[in-house]
């Protein structure tokens, strides 16, 4: 199996270690050829307007669109998940979105970087003990789709969401040493989904 990772912005290298510690290959993705091959792809956080942005420049957008919406599995963190989200509220006018995940988010809605925090989240598909997350500039889920299951919330609101082997979550667990999340998501590939 191999892994792609997004690497126009965000912590690449902390995906690459937690995918590569778990077994799974993984290859950098910056031009529309890096998508050939891949069987899944990593979305990490970032600025989700400078990500758009470059996901544009770099020519990226189209090809990314065709094998998301063909259901090419993904792990989205933080600016990835707004990237994913069927909706982004606040954001700027020109800012667009994949839409290929039914749920609402608004843009840093826990605060600016200044506000970040960590809090542990019961996640009950992951078991005990409960996981770190790390919430930097973090987007709100204001609404979920039917179809999209919510695997972990925090003060009521949902952090972490699924829908067949797509996983996105607000926080970043790729900056922890708990590789459980990363785990979970290989599995679902393997389980197709399921």
């Known amino acids: 199996m191999k892994v792609g990772i997004l690497a126009l912005q965000g912590a690449v290298g902390a995906h690459r270690r937690h995918l590569e510690r778990l077994g799974a290959a993984t290859t950098e993705v910056r031009v529309p050829d890096d998508v050939c091959g891949i069987d899944a792809i990593v979305m990490p956080g970032g600025e989700s307007t400078t990500m758009t942005r470059l996901i544009d420049t770099s020519g990226l957008r189209s090809v990314l669109s065709e094998a998301l919406v063909a259901g090419m599995p993904v792990l989205a963190t933080c600016a990835g998940m707004i990237l994913l989200a069927r909706e ?9 979105s994949f839409g290929v995940l039914g749920v609402t988010v608004r843009r840093n809605a826990y605060g600016s970087q200044i506000a970040s925090f960590e809090a542990d989240l019961e996640i009950p598909v992951l ?60 599995e679902l590939i393997e389980r197709g989904g399921s």
Do not use: K, N
Request: glycine content about 8%.
């Open 127 to 186: 078991g005990p003990p409960p996981f770190r997350g790390v919430f930097i500039r973090a987007p709100v889920v204001e609404a979920v789709e039917p179809e999209v299951e919510v695997l972990a919330t925090y003060e009521g609101r949902p952090v972490l969401c699924r829908r067949g082997p797509t996983v996105a979550a607000s926080f970043h667990p790729e900056l922890t040493d708990d590789p459980r999340i990363h785990s979970l998501f290989l």
């Open 88 to 96: 982004v509220l606040d954001g700027r006018p020109d800012q667009w």
